[in-house]
């Protein structure tokens, strides 16, 4: 897809996202999810992170595609910091919106840096999942970008630390929000058969 295409695509699904006519099956389904979200009480004060959360998911699609058309190596913590590319936190805000308790939803500006921190293990770890996929098809993968295994795992290990050291604070406020987190982490990491990453394998 060239650059311009990401480029519309990116300007049509926010446009959508603040009440656009959707006018691809794309811009329908954000549609549909932007509807469905608006019948939740609130939904009016949350739209603007749930928006912003959107264009920095839509931003690191279209920089990881740069990075993979232009063979663009970055660095690890680069590669990280563009982790918004996954999704993961995108889905968390909208779960949190529609089926969120009462503290959730009011304290939903910090507990994206909680899902952050969630987000850049998951990064990583999809990554080694599908890394023979990926290598196939000619996708970016951490391992492809001048990474060691042992690298990745001690990164790996280090944002799971962080990530349940944060998400351990949740528990007195909203346990239901606090299980949901560390699911995200322990069933990936079931789903992908990987919760020790063995660089030698």
Known sequence: MPGEQVDRLTRECLAVAGGAVPRSPVTRFLADLRDELATVEGFGLARRLWHDQLARTLDGMARAWGWRDTRAVPTLERYLDNADSRGSCFVDLSHWIYTGDGWTRGHLAELRAVSRRVQRYLHLLGDVASYRRDLS????????????????????????????GLIETLRGCSPRTAAYLRRRIGFNAGFTGISDFDPAT
């Open 137 to 164: 098809w000619g996708d970016l993968n951490v391992l492809g970008l001048g990474v060691t295994g042992g690298e990745v795992t001690d990164a790996m290990a280090g944002l799971a630390r962080e990530a349940t």
